[in-house]
């Protein structure tokens, strides 16, 4: 090795930000084992790389004794003082064994430990700038497909895409762009892996986030998300400022914010209600498009009963029971779904505080693909 491998050294400490030192220092740890594997050497030795020609020697380490019981160890005290009169017994000397040929050994051991450092660290800076990304949304290309994943390129580093958590709407193929939601960031033995998700709920929250101004400002916040992927969401939010309409700004100016959303989730129905630290309020607003006749709330069971006008029983409950499912999510209580008439024959009450549908103290409204239906968004 020679100053050009020296100055190699210093180049990729510069572009890649491993250190020369350490890379020498690596460099001499894997020499001492190439010399003993290929000259069959058992004694102890020490290899030093000069840090500015990048000459290679080998040193043979030996203790200082009176009578050498292993010469390859040992060295008498006469010997070691014909190399340093200053030895005394116990000293270690070192002595120079550097083979003739020792250089090509050199050069290869150099080449690959240089190399296996440049991947390490590049696994290591990647690994880094993605598990600060976790919980947070990606775009990649898809790079091809198996019986499990989609591997998508992000990059610098290829994600996994689970067929599991890809929504039953959608199907990629080859040089697809796609948006997803960082899961898990792992190292593993081949670097990092990265797991992708487009069915989590976070991934709806990200995206709000990127369309919603006032979110990303802390003004309006995004207090629940409960989603059934592909088909429908519900997500309730609140604002922080009396001036500012929550609905609204996720709503956006003709609809466009939360439309560019819906396109992104293939159709998915986005509803999007207000929220509330009155659970009555909260559980009426959550089964948007529905109106609400009365809530009455059990706080020790978390269980809300909830009347409805008979006509809207089917659009309360949902198909297949999905709108009272993600109510339900949504604000964390059991929902009981009662109409009028059904409740007037069960002898219910309706509570002083009941929630009457010709309430105007919240605004909810419900996106689709191809339509803003049930409810209306009032200032």
Excluded at 12 to 22: M, T, V
Excluded at 255 to 284: C, F, H, T, Y
Aim: proline share 4%; net charge negative; charged share 30%.
């Amino acid at each position: 090795m020679n100053t050009e491998f020296i100055d190699a050294l210093e180049q990729i400490e510069r572009e890649k930000g491993i250190s020369k030192d350490l890379l020498i220092e690596a460099i001499e740890a894997a020499l001492i084992s190439g010399y003993k594997r290929n000259f069959n050497s058992a004694q102890n030795v020490r290899v030093d790389v000069s840090r500015h020609t990048g000459v290679v020697k080998v040193y043979a380490r030996k203790t200082v004794v009176e009578e050498p019981t292993d010469p390859r160890l040992e060295i008498s005290l006469d010997a070691a003082e014909q190399i340093d009169p200053g030895f005394q017994i116990g000293d270690i000397a070192e002595i120079e064994v550097t083979p003739r040929d020792f250089g090509r050994i050199a050069a290869q051991t150099a080449k690959q430990v240089v190399t296996q450092r440049i991947r390490e660290a590049e696994r290591g800076m990647i690994y880094n700038t993605f598990v600060d990304r976790e919980y947070d949304i990606v775009t990649g290309v898809v790079q091809r497909q198996d019986n499990r994943f989609y591997y998508v390129d992000l990059g610098k580093v290829e994600a996994v895409l689970p067929l599991t958590e890809v929504m039953p709407t959608e199907k990629f193929t080859h040089n697809d762009r796609v948006k997803a939601y960082i899961t898990k960031v792992e190292k593993t033995t081949k670097g990092p892996q990265i797991m992708l998700s487009r069915t989590h709920p976070g991934l709806l929250k990200r995206l709000f986030e990127l369309e919603v101004p006032e979110i990303y400002e802390g003004v309006v916040e995004l207090k629940s998300v409960a989603r059934e992927a592909g088909y429908r969401s519900k997500i309730a939010v609140f604002s922080r400022n009396p001036e500012v309409d929550p609905v609204g700004s996720c709503v956006g100016p003709r609809g466009m914010r939360v439309q560019a959303i819906v396109n992104e989730l293939k159709g998915e129905k986005i509803d999007i209600v207000k929220w509330s630290d009155d659970p009555k309020e909260l559980v009426a607003n959550a089964l948007s498009p529905s109106k609400v006749v009365s809530v009455e709330t059990d706080e020790e069971n978390k269980v809300a009963r909830v009347v409805v006008p008979d006509y809207q029983l089917s659009l309360a409950i949902g198909k297949e029971g999905q709108n009272a499912r993600l109510a339900a999510k949504l604000t964390n209580w059991k929902i009981d779904i009662k109409s009028e008439s059904q409740a007037g024959e069960d002898g219910d009450v309706l509570p002083q505080d009941a929630v009457s549908s010709d309430q105007e103290d919240y605004a909810n409204t419900s996106y689709g693909a191809d339509e803003v239906d049930a409810g209306e968004v009032r200032d």
